[in-house]
């Protein structure tokens, strides 16, 4: 008799639970948006762990990777509350896009910084050049003479495949 | 086991093959013999063989040896006590396990209450139904953003380090290639 009461119960309360959980739930794009936004803030609640806590976790990776993400950090740091804004824009504008876009653009950026430091500064210039030309006077550009006499053959393709990430329509 | 011999050996006729060299069915009537559950008629024909076998009289009676030991073998008595004992031990291991293990004994022993089967399904719905309402990540207080508590617990960041280095790759890459800049991302 207990037995029965308590498995109509339950059964009682599961049913009744599916419509509030369906409203709880919401879109899939909704959930997706929400988890993009954490992710997202995950660097912020990383760099308000106290230090020792960020060592414990920064201990699980080799030497060379902890300096990189102290080094990053530190940069992520030193911009404004508004220049954070703006890049966490962008973050979610690069969460958009397929995974394969994405990780083309993450080997663009490694094979940029494979370059010698001096390279380096003179191709974020003109990254920030090329940025903000117009699709037709970039092309025009990057057949000029004065281009291809600045950059060699190795940075024209990188700056030739970040100009096809950047021309490709956005999501 | 006897059918088996028979379609060898003719119940009228005599046994004309040796049952410890002519294969395991022979063997194993042997053992049959020794055991004392052939057959009457079948005991006979075998009797009559090993009357006449050297090597299957002393198989007889290494048989007869080894079950003349398990007939004198005896049990050592229990003591006055036991049942008691045993009980006492029995309560004190329940005393000793979990409320919760003690619970799911009981849940699971084996009885007559018909509800029991159903204890796993209630258990999974409970489950589920918890685990509906509890609100998706959209509902969630984020517990970010600058004007929070300064310190979040480790605990509360369920996040990989490798996460959030790749987080912060991702970051830094955006930040010096401006890749995914739109215009509204500018006019911040």
């Known amino acids: 008799m207990l037995g029965r009461v308590l498995l109509t119960g339950v059964l009682v309360l599961a049913?009744?639970?599916?419509?509030?959980?369906?409203?709880?739930?919401?879109?899939?794009?909704?959930?997706?948006?929400?988890?993009?936004?954490?992710?997202?803030?995950?660097?912020?609640?990383?760099?308000?762990?106290?230090?020792?806590?960020?060592?414990?976790?920064?201990?699980?990776?080799?030497?060379?990777?902890?300096?990189?993400?102290?080094?990053?950090?530190?940069?992520?740091?030193?911009?404004?509350?508004?220049?954070?804004?703006?890049?966490?824009?962008?973050?979610?504008?690069?969460?958009?896009?397929?995974?394969?876009?994405?990780?083309?653009?993450?080997?663009?950026?490694?094979?940029?910084?494979?370059?010698?430091?001096?390279?380096?500064?003179?191709?974020?210039?003109?990254?920030?050049?090329?940025?903000?030309?117009?699709?037709?006077?970039?092309?025009?550009?990057?057949?000029?003479?004065?281009?291809?006499?600045s950059f060699s053959a190795d940075e024209q393709k990188i700056l030739s495949d970040l100009a096809d990430l950047m021309a490709e329509p956005r999501p | 086991m006897q059918s088996r011999y028979r379609k060898q050996q003719p119940d009228s006729g005599p046994l004309t093959e040796c049952p410890l060299t002519h294969g395991e069915t022979n063997a194993d009537l042997l053992l049959d013999f020794c055991n004392r559950k052939l057959a009457p008629e079948l005991n006979a024909i075998l009797q009559a063989h090993v009357d006449i076998c050297p090597p299957c009289q002393a198989f007889t009676e290494t048989q007869a040896q080894v079950w003349a030991a398990l007939d004198a073998f005896e049990t050592a008595p229990i003591s006055s006590d036991f049942d008691a004992r045993l009980r006492a031990r029995i309560e004190e291991e329940e005393q000793r396990s979990s409320w919760w293990s003690r619970l799911w004994n009981r849940m699971t022993a084996g009885g007559t209450a018909n509800w029991r089967p159903m204890a796993p399904v209630a258990a999974v719905l409970l489950l589920a139904a918890g685990l509906s309402l509890r609100p998706s990540g959209s509902e969630v207080p984020d517990g970010g953003g600058p004007d929070t508590a300064p310190l979040v617990k480790s605990a509360e960041l369920s996040v990989e380090i490798e996460q959030v280095e790749t987080l912060l790759e991702d970051l830094e890459m955006l930040r010096e290639l401006g890749v995914a800049e739109t215009n509204s991302s500018r006019q911040m």
């Open chain 1, 15 to 149: 049913f009744s639970a599916l419509p509030a959980a369906a409203q709880f739930k919401g879109p899939l794009a909704k959930r997706k948006a929400a988890q993009q936004q954490k992710r997202s803030q995950m660097v912020e609640k990383f760099s308000r762990l106290p230090p020792e806590e960020q060592d414990r976790m920064l201990q699980k990776l080799p030497k060379d990777r902890r300096k990189q993400i102290q080094n990053n950090l530190d940069r992520y740091n030193e911009l404004s509350p508004e220049q954070k804004k703006r890049l966490g824009r962008q973050y979610e504008n690069f969460q958009q896009w397929p995974p394969e876009k994405q990780q083309s653009a993450r080997k663009i950026f490694r094979r940029m910084n494979g370059l010698e430091e001096e390279r380096k500064v003179a191709m974020r210039r003109e990254v920030v050049k090329l940025r903000n030309l117009p699709g037709d006077r970039r092309s025009e550009y990057m057949r000029s003479d004065s281009y291809k006499d």
